[in-house]
């Protein structure tokens, strides 16, 4: 959600600055916040300072996001490295003579 979107939606003053600092993590990470209305809501509600109080547990909600992506990358590289190295095995094997004999 940008700036402008919550500032149309909030009842509540917020400068560009808390709101990105603030608000705009914790509507991204934190996994209560489901939606754009809900976020403006709570915040009309409680103010700043209920986001403040997220922020923690949405920026653990990031960085275990992040891990998780990085981890993914790095299987889906083993992966391809893998399925290298098996395509390599099988065109060294049916060149051997030992497999051209073969009958199966």
């Known amino acids: 959600m940008t700036y402008e979107e919550f500032t149309t939606i909030a009842k509540r003053e917020i400068s560009t600055t808390e709101y990105h600092e603030v608000?705009?993590?914790?509507?991204?990470?934190h996994?209560?916040?489901?939606?754009?209305?809900?976020?403006?809501?709570?915040?009309d509600l409680c103010g700043l300072q209920v986001f403040r109080d997220m922020r923690?547990?949405?920026?653990q909600i990031a960085a275990l996001?992040?891990?998780?992506?990085?981890?993914?990358?790095?299987?889906?590289?083993?992966?391809?490295?893998?399925?290298e190295i098996k395509d390599e095995i099988r065109k060294m094997g049916t060149a051997t003579p030992i497999n051209a004999d073969k009958e199966d």
């Open 65 to 83: 996001e992040a891990e998780e992506r990085k981890i993914n990358s790095q299987i889906n590289e083993l992966r391809f490295r893998l399925k």
């Open 23 to 29: 608000v705009e993590p914790v509507y991204n990470y």
């Open 31 to 43: 996994p209560v916040i489901n939606d754009k209305l809900t976020a403006a809501k709570l915040y």
């Open 56 to 59: 923690p547990t949405a920026d």
